[in-house]
């Protein structure tokens, strides 16, 4: 029995991940029910088990009386003559183990012992499971769509079941039963039943991780990400900065004939991914988050966390984006309000010009035309003694994506995120 005992506890430690020691605890206490089940007490049941062999052993402690007319309680009491049988030095008031025989217990004791260990599995097994998955909290795990409830669907993860909630879904895509699902964990809550588990398609960490998972720079720390913008299902802007001058963090992020930004477009349905340059200089950034536009000049607030872009007539739809798209993504990715303005406009408009941010000195040579209008272009310019923490530059980079060129360049009106 011992040996079987053993194998058994081993057996449930590698598959259910429970530690032999927990469940040694269990059958422990198990013993020390069945006692109390079968005597009517425990308080004095002391219970042995050799956890290298699996032999066990129960005792009851009892005191010592002179005389067995003097045995007020069997259960804690025992006259002088029986416990000398156990240990010939036992004396009055002394107190004396006495072994139990455990096959004696009754069929409702030995159930009862069974129903202890049972319990303590379950419970170790549940705990077991929640640290499993707690540790993969705001992580991605790889599931299996296994059937719907109501608009809701519940993820196998392995050893426990997710939850992908209908405002966590990516709209447009469709989930089949037995489909194989990357999702992100949101949230790992402990019930009475089991661990409950949240996980998510939409959230723009899940773009993070794969990001993490595909890209060795960024596993190394040479490549870090720095901000991410989402709309799921649609489109994602990223921001990466390299540590080392020597790697291209853009070029590390996309792979070789875009093999690694593919692989995430294809875990995503086709999502479409902008991969951009971090930049500490907020006009910079901005210009880069507006991509693939082409801009004139940008005059960022950094204070005010807000900024005034200027493009030219034909580029304004393709900065704005389908239903104002790519600005609202870059202000989200870059965390200003940007203001956008076609150059026609941009010259009756404050805060849009260049002498809008010069002294009165500078304005004159300005004016003399020492800020000749080809430097500017090309993104040469003087800071203002007004705007120290302004700044702006040109930009004429050339688009990285074909299919924004036949982008509509009719559009003329001020759009504002």
Not at 307 to 335: C, F, H, M, W
């Amino acid at each position: 029995m011992s040996k079987e005992l053993m194998e058994a506890l081993e057996l449930l430690e590698k598959e259910k991940n429970i530690s032999k020691d927990s469940l040694f605890d269990a059958i422990e206490n198990s013993l020390i029910t069945a006692c109390k089940n079968n005597f009517g007490k425990a308080e004095n049941i002391r219970v042995e088990v050799d956890r290298v062999n699996c032999d066990f052993k129960c005792y009851a402690d009892k005191e010592v009386v002179e005389l067995a007319d003097d045995v007020m309680d069997p259960s804690i009491e025992i006259c002088l003559d029986d416990a000398k049988k156990i240990s010939k030095k036992a004396a009055i008031g002394d107190i004396v183990s006495v072994p139990l025989n455990s096959k004696e217990f009754g069929r409702i004791a030995t159930q009862n012992a069974k129903n202890v260990i049972l319990q303590k599995i379950r419970e170790e097994e549940r705990g077991a499971i929640y640290n499993e998955y707690f540790e993969k909290e705001h992580d991605i795990v790889t599931g299996v769509v296994q059937r719907f409830i109501g608009k809701n669907i519940s993820i196998n993860l392995g050893r426990a079941d997710a939850i992908l909630n209908e405002n966590e879904q990516v709209k447009g895509e469709v989930y089949r039963p037995t489909q194989r699902l990357r999702v992100y964990v949101l949230e790992v809550k402990n019930g009475s039943k089991g661990p409950r588990i949240l996980v998510s398609r939409t959230h723009p960490d899940l773009v993070k991780r794969l990001f993490e998972q595909e890209v060795a720079e960024i596993q190394d720390g040479t490549v870090e990400i720095k901000s991410i913008a989402r709309e799921a299902g649609s489109r994602t802007k990223i921001a990466v900065y390299s540590k080392d001058p020597n790697v291209d963090a853009v070029g590390a992020c996309v792979g070789v004939n875009g093999n690694r930004v593919n692989l995430i477009v294809d875990e995503l349905g086709g999502e479409k991914i902008d991969v951009i340059n971090w930049d500490e200089n907020p006009g910079n950034l901005i210009q880069n988050a507006l991509s693939p536009a082409k801009i004139v000049a940008v005059f960022a607030d950094p204070d005010e966390k807000s900024a005034k872009v200027v493009v030219p007539d034909y580029q304004l739809s393709l900065a704005i984006g389908k239903e104002g798209q790519n600005a609202r993504l870059a202000a989200k990715l870059t965390g200003f309000k940007i203001d956008i303005k076609d150059e026609t406009h941009a010259k009756d408009t404050p805060g849009f010009r260049m002498e809008d941010y010069l002294d009165d000195e500078d304005y004159d040579e300005y004016e003399e035309g020492e800020y000749e209008e080809g430097e500017y272009e090309e993104g040469e310019y003087e800071e203002g003694a007004e705007y120290d923490e302004t700044s702006e530059y040109a930009g004429d980079e050339a688009l990285e994506d074909a299919e924004y060129a036949e982008e509509d360049a009719d559009a003329s009106e001020d759009e504002e995120v």
